[in-house]
């Protein structure tokens, strides 16, 4: 099945679309992951317990990457059904009015329990957003992309991500510098708050941009498929297992940004909340010019190589950035921090977008991509949870939380070493060696 060509500026509108949309939809999600480790423990949890609220809080940010699966599921279905413009839509209203009523939440002193237990179910709302948010945009993004180009064009979902961190960290810079009577009163609900300004030009932006020539191609002729999950667990169930342990590199991000930053901030290293934020900040800013370069460079060598060199990468770095934080040395943190999640980290980041999504057919491309991404993604986000445990009673055991991240990208490399390089494939070929291979057992068990 040829696919129609791409009106022109269509990539660059889908592009462009997917950074915005991501940048503003990932603010929300990582303004989260700050005020876990820095607000929280002390709003919503039990002050006369410092570590149990701490870890509790730490908990709460897992939770989202819990409900993802589950959302993926559900917006992975509708996503192959319906189209890839709907569900990028609904996740962005989704997340924006999620994280404003987080900005509006009752503390404990003033509710007791309930408060944790609406901040958990606002959690849960942000996590079924994520889930449908990168697999929409990706396959958006995928499918408008000049077919030499689909790394590149794919990788700004992920830069927009990484947009999306860097001003959700400095929105926190100045509220996190406030005295702290303001600070846990008024001041962590404001970037909360501005989530309804996220929504609204989150919305204007999306609802503009036009549903893929490869999705409409495959609904005027082969026609959606009723039931997607069906389809991809029979044809493509080995590549949704390698984007699983593909995914699980997530955690690298997710200890780097939530984990770190509290061990940091903690009284056994005695850094700064903000000086912290800014290593993240930095990291960020260089992630967004390293982001494109690594995926313009497996646009020519292949997405395999350049993936393992951030997976197997990060598993080593992560050993020096801890270590430079044990040490108190705020310059040798900083410029760890920025190599290891900047650099490094950008690697297998940049490239995943176009080297997940090339795995699967048009039929149950957002799909693949959402139930593989997502389930990874959960364990992903509890492993903060994981490596709060790690650390010992005291949270400095920072070597036991590197060793941890390490094997955690082991699943990563060897997933990529196993997968197909897809690279110079035609995009209306993508996923079809799976799907010919299961209607050949079809043919030969009938």
């Known amino acids: 099945m040829s696919v129609p060509d791409t009106p022109a500026g269509q990539p660059k509108k889908a592009a462009t679309a997917a950074w915005i949309g991501s940048a503003l939809e990932y603010y929300d999600f990582f303004i989260y992951g700050s005020a876990a480790a820095l607000i929280f423990p002390e709003v919503f949890f039990d002050e006369s317990d410092p570590a149990t609220a701490t870890l509790l809080s730490l908990a709460t940010f897992g939770v989202a990457y819990a409900a993802r699966p589950v959302g993926a599921l559900f917006l992975g279905h509708f996503g192959d059904r319906l189209g890839r413009k709907k569900i990028m839509v609904f996740t962005l209203i989704l997340m924006g009015v999620s994280t404003f009523?987080?900005?509006?939440?009752?503390?404990?002193?003033?509710?007791?329990?309930?408060?944790?237990?609406?901040?958990?179910?606002?959690?849960?709302?942000?996590?079924?957003?994520?889930?449908?948010?990168?697999?929409?945009?990706?396959?958006?993004?995928?499918?408008?992309?000049?077919?030499?180009?689909?790394?590149?064009?794919?990788?700004?979902?992920?830069?927009?991500?990484?947009?999306?961190?860097?001003?959700?960290?400095?929105?926190?810079?100045?509220?996190?510098?406030?005295?702290?009577?303001?600070?846990?009163?008024?001041?962590?609900?404001?970037?909360?708050?501005?989530?309804?300004?996220?929504?609204?030009?989150?919305?204007?932006?999306?609802?503009?941009?036009?549903?893929?020539?490869?999705?409409?191609?495959?609904?005027?002729?082969?026609?959606?498929?009723?039931?997607?999950?069906?389809?991809?667990?029979r044809e493509h169930w080995a590549d949704v297992l390698r984007v699983i342990g593909g995914a699980l590199v997530a955690s690298v991000s997710t200890i780097f940004t939530v984990w770190a930053l509290s061990y940091a901030t903690s009284d056994s290293v005695g850094m700064s909340k903000s000086s912290m934020l800014w290593v993240g900040a930095l990291a960020n800013l260089v992630a967004l010019g390293a982001i494109p370069l690594w995926a313009t460079l497996s646009d020519r060598i292949g997405r395999r190589p350049v993936f393992l060199i951030g997976a197997a990468g990060?598993?080593?770095?992560?050993?020096?950035?801890?270590?430079?934080?044990?040490?108190?040395?705020?310059?040798?943190?900083?410029?760890?921090?920025?190599?290891?999640?900047?650099?490094?980290?950008?690697?297998?980041?940049?490239?995943?977008?176009?080297?997940?999504?090339?795995?699967?057919?048009?039929?149950?491309?957002?799909?693949?991509?959402?139930?593989?991404?997502?389930?990874?993604?959960?364990?992903?986000?509890f492993a903060v949870t994981f490596a709060a445990q790690i650390a010992g009673p005291d949270g400095d055991n920072w070597s036991a939380v590197a060793l941890f991240t390490a094997a955690l990208c082991v699943p990563p490399v060897v997933a990529a070493l196993s997968a197909r390089e897809t690279a110079k494939v035609p995009t209306e070929q993508l996923g079809e060696r799976s799907s010919r291979e299961a209607a050949q057992r079809e043919t030969v068990t009938a």
């Open 101 to 233: 009523l987080i900005g509006c939440l009752p503390t404990r002193d003033q509710v007791g329990t309930l408060a944790p237990v609406l901040l958990v179910l606002c959690r849960v709302l942000q996590g079924i957003s994520a889930a449908g948010e990168q697999a929409s945009a990706n396959s958006m993004t995928l499918e408008h992309a000049p077919p030499h180009r689909r790394g590149f064009f794919t990788s700004f979902t992920l830069s927009g991500t990484q947009g999306g961190q860097l001003l959700a960290t400095l929105v926190f810079i100045p509220v996190a510098a406030l005295p702290e009577e303001q600070l846990l009163s008024w001041g962590w609900r404001v970037p909360f708050w501005m989530s309804i300004a996220v929504a609204v030009v989150g919305y204007v932006i999306r609802r503009k941009l036009e549903e893929t020539p490869a999705f409409e191609q495959q609904a005027a002729t082969e026609g959606v498929v009723k039931l997607p999950l069906v389809v991809l667990m």
């Open 314 to 381: 990060s598993g080593i770095m992560m050993f020096l950035y801890l270590w430079s934080i044990s040490t108190g040395s705020y310059p040798l943190t900083l410029l760890l921090g920025v190599i290891t999640f900047g650099v490094v980290y950008s690697a297998a980041n940049g490239v995943w977008p176009s080297f997940y999504g090339e795995m699967f057919s048009t039929r149950v491309r957002l799909s693949g991509m959402a139930i593989g991404t997502q389930i990874g993604f959960a364990v992903a986000g």
